[in-house]
């Protein structure tokens, strides 16, 4: 029996790099309304995910622990994105300044309920041009709380807003967007998408949602997620121990213009 491929396709304003392929079970054109077997998502912030009968990937042809941990950070992303689409976030603050998907929905490593944007403004960032599109994303029936901070005078140099809301299963969502003028100093997330999109395999990505997955359940110290990716891409981390040692005694989160060479 042939394997079916779910294969994280580029949107057309990402490049090919940002394809993950890995084998699952197999299904038939039966498994899909339409009667094919394929499942097609379309949305405005990141890669359409595809499934295409008959194409070998990985060295798995039956499920394995590994394929399972890609299998639920990519059924993780599809309802982070159908979400997104839902409260029409690209097409709201796309009102103010360009918006950038960023952190682990853009890089296909989604573990946490976590939805992340940077917007980038023509000039400084406006609260009221914020407090705008936040106040239309209140009203929403899913959303349940919004927040603002003034970070402008601060080393983030920018404006950040929250807004949590309800999935169609009840779990709550946090989507974290920050205002930055186009000239901003940087570090910025969106310097992260595309090496990020370049360099990941699907083994380093196995290696990285294992590690993410341990620490929402504290079996390893909570980390800021860059400095994870840190330690796995260039510092061949691979186990909760390794982990372990890598932080040591004296971790504190800072900021940082690392980037995935």
């Known amino acids: 029996m042939r394997p079916v491929v779910v294969s ?3 949107h057309p304003d990402e490049p090919a790099s940002a394809q993950c392929l890995v084998a699952l079970e197999p299904a038939t054109a039966a498994s899909w309304p339409d009667g094919t077997a394929s499942a097609h998502w379309a949305d405005p912030i990141s890669p359409d995910v595809r499934v295409n009968d008959g194409r070998v990937t990985t060295a798995h042809t039956e499920p394995g622990d590994d394929v399972e941990i890609l299998r639920r950070a ?15 976030l690209s097409t709201r603050w796309s009102t103010i300044g360009e918006v950038v998907p960023v952190g682990a929905v853009a890089y296909g490593l989604v573990v946490s ?3 992340d944007y940077e917007v980038f403004t023509a000039g400084p960032p406006t609260i009221r041009g914020g407090f705008h599109v936040l106040a239309e994303l209140a009203e929403l029936p899913a959303v ?14 920018g404006l ?3 807004v949590r809301c309800r999935d169609d299963d009840g779990d709550v969502w946090k989507v974290d967007i920050w ?3 186009v000239d901003h100093p940087g570090p910025c997330a969106a310097w992260m998408v595309e090496p990020m999109q370049r360099v990941l395999t699907n083994d380093l990505r196995v290696a990285i949602l294992r590690l993410k997955e ?7 110290p909570n980390i800021a997620s860059i400095d994870l990716y840190r330690a796995v891409l260039d510092d061949g981390v691979r186990t909760q121990a390794d982990l372990r040692a890598w932080v040591g005694n004296h971790y504190a989160p800072t900021l940082t213009h690392w980037r995935p060479g």
């Open 74 to 88: 990519a059924l993780r992303r599809q309802r982070a994105r159908e979400i997104a689409a839902a409260l029409d």
């Open 160 to 162: 950040h807003w929250q």
């Open 113 to 115: 309920r976590d939805i």
């Open 179 to 181: 205002t930055l003028p």
């Open 144 to 157: 349940t709380g919004v927040r603002f901070t003034n970070a402008l005078d601060t080393a983030d140099h």
């Open 8 to 10: 994280v396709m580029p």
């Open 214 to 220: 341990a620490r929402t359940t504290g079996q390893i």
